[in-house]
């Protein structure tokens, strides 16, 4: 079973920056797409962006473009997310996950494993 290792989280004040790093087990990492997901309290965990297993191509929720990059180190078995400009609406766990394609990370309903998350607080 793959494993999942989200980090980096942190309390932060509106208009700061936080950088999320995923590790991931396994020698297959580069062949999958990956995806970042967030879920606050009492709310349903929702996508948050995604990139594709060579990193050219990327996808982000309209309420993150322009302050998120996602990038990936193939060679680390890392993703990562960082997170500028942050607001208090950004506040969540964070996790990560892994699709075989760009375009089917946003299907929740295929993992069956996720790690457990990293706190993101953005204090206003």
């Known amino acids: 079973q793959v494993q999942l290792v989200e980090s980096g989280g942190g309390l932060v004040q509106a208009g700061g920056s936080l950088r999320l790093s995923c590790a991931v087990s396994?020698?297959?990492?580069?062949?999958?797409?990956m995806g970042w997901f967030r879920q606050a309290p009492g709310k349903e965990r929702k996508f948050v962006a995604a990139?594709?297993?060579?990193?050219?191509?990327?996808l982000y929720v309209d309420s993150v473009k322009g302050r998120f990059t996602i990038s990936r180190d193939n060679a680390k078995n890392t993703v990562y997310l960082q997170m500028n400009s942050l607001k208090p609406e950004d506040t969540a766990v964070y996790y990560c996950?892994?699709?075989?394609?760009?375009?089917?990370?946003?299907?929740?309903?295929?993992?069956?494993?996720w790690g457990q998350g990293t706190q993101v607080t953005v204090s206003s």
């Open positions: 396994g020698r297959t990492f580069g062949t999958y797409a």
């Open positions: 990139i594709s297993w060579s990193g050219g191509s990327t």
């Open positions: 996950n892994r699709a075989p394609n760009l375009i089917m990370v946003r299907d929740q309903g295929q993992y069956d494993y």
